[in-house]
């Protein structure tokens, strides 16, 4: 497992000794460098690196911890070169080896998503118009999302999911239903038209609930108001002609 430079320097060692009683302490050294330069070369994390790589605590951290972990990575790749690589002692190998465990202990890409993803929970919780189901759908999303760079987007959405209800909440025809309903353009309407108007009344209430409001989105909320609009407007409920009276 001893690379060029390492029997090199073995041989060099034991060439030089003097006193024979320490010769076979040179040999000893050499067989723990090998050893350890064999665990160096079976290194888990060294093994899996195009894997760790690949993965949101690597691609997510900050760049000079990547850069560590590239770094130190290269630097066990160099010393297990036959050909290139240095004369390290045992001691050194292993400080190769541990320098590799080390930098991957500090990546901070998992840390940074989960970060993102309670800085995002905690803004959906105090969006003022959502349903509690909005919420939980808003939050339940953000926890399965495993990108980075898509947590925001679902901030987005349910702000836009906010709005719409804040929307829906303020529609004018919603607020004079019951005027609406009192008028002749609704009691001399037709049954079915008066009957879509109070079923898109309710449907809208229905969404309000704050503890039993569906989890619509944004687009499905504004369908919601859409259709309150659209059944005042198919109204056809005309004065009664009393001219013939």
Not at 25 to 53: C, P, Q, R, Y
Not at 128 to 135: G, I, M, R, S, Y
Not at 154 to 181: F, Q, R, S, W, Y
């Amino acid at each position: 497992n001893l690379n060029e430079a390492q029997k090199k320097a073995a041989k060099a060692a034991v060439d030089a000794e003097t006193d024979p009683s320490k010769v076979q302490g040179h040999v000893t050294d050499a067989a723990n460098t090998d050893t350890a330069m064999k665990n160096l070369a079976e290194d888990s994390n060294l093994a899996n690196v195009d894997e760790i790589e690949k993965g949101v605590n690597f691609t997510n951290a900050d760049k000079d911890l990547q850069d560590k972990f590239k770094q130190a990575v290269q630097d066990a790749k160099d010393l297990l070169d036959k050909a290139k690589g240095t004369a390290k002692n045992a001691k050194e190998v292993k400080a190769v080896q541990d320098a590799i465990k080390d930098a991957l202990d500090k990546l901070n890409g998992n840390q940074k998503l989960a970060d993102a993803k309670d800085k995002a929970k905690q803004t959906v919780d105090n969006l003022p118009n959502l349903n509690e189901a909005q919420k939980k759908a808003a939050k339940a999303a953000v926890d399965a999302e495993t990108d980075p760079g898509k947590v925001q987007g679902h901030v987005t959405d349910a702000t836009n999911t906010d709005t719409a209800m804040k929307n829906l909440a303020g529609d004018k025809n919603l607020a004079k239903a019951d005027e609406i309903e009192k008028g002749v353009n609704f009691t001399n309407a037709d049954k079915d038209l008066q009957d879509k108007f109070k079923q898109a009344v309710q449907d809208a209430k229905d969404l309000l609930d704050k503890a039993k409001g569906a989890a619509k989105n944004a687009e499905e909320v504004k369908a919601v108001q859409n259709a309150i609009d659209q059944a005042k407007d198919n109204l056809n409920g005309k004065e009664t002609d009393k001219s013939g009276l």
